[in-house]
């Protein structure tokens, strides 16, 4: 089991910045791809950002590339999403999950074993 716990959501400004961060506890979180996925109301959850168990590889939705960062220190457990340039329509529920999970796979919710409990972010105009 891994167990994980986001925080750094927030009320934000648009064009303003927060950095999220997501805890892992359990088994070895150096063993795990780590994803981050979002949820806005009445919407299916979507990937957001990936980054591979050593930190060699990262890809982002198509949405947020060039605004958003994940990264994460393995030394503590820990995997990051800094998010810039925030847009109204960044607005949603953020989880991050860990899972083995196939590259061709990397975007799909499914793919990932362990998720977190979700922290708002909320851009306003």
């Known amino acids: 089991q891994v167990q994980l716990v986001e925080s750094g959501g927030g009320l934000v400004q648009a064009g303003g910045s927060l950095r999220l961060s997501c805890a892992a506890s359990g088994r070895t979180f150096s063993d795990y791809n780590m994803g981050w996925f979002r949820q806005a109301p009445g919407k299916e959850r979507e990937f957001v950002a990936i980054i591979t168990w050593s930190g060699g590889s990262t890809d982002y939705a198509d949405s947020v590339k060039g605004r958003f960062t994940i990264s994460r220190n393995n030394a503590k457990n820990t995997v990051y999403l800094q998010m810039n340039s925030l847009k109204p329509e960044d607005t949603a529920v953020y989880y991050c999950?860990?899972?083995?999970?196939?590259?061709?796979?990397?975007?799909?919710?499914?793919?990932?074993?362990?998720w977190g409990q979700g922290t708002q972010v909320t851009v306003s105009s």
């Open positions: 999950a860990a899972g083995r999970t196939n590259w061709v796979t990397r975007s799909r919710a499914r793919s990932y074993d362990y």
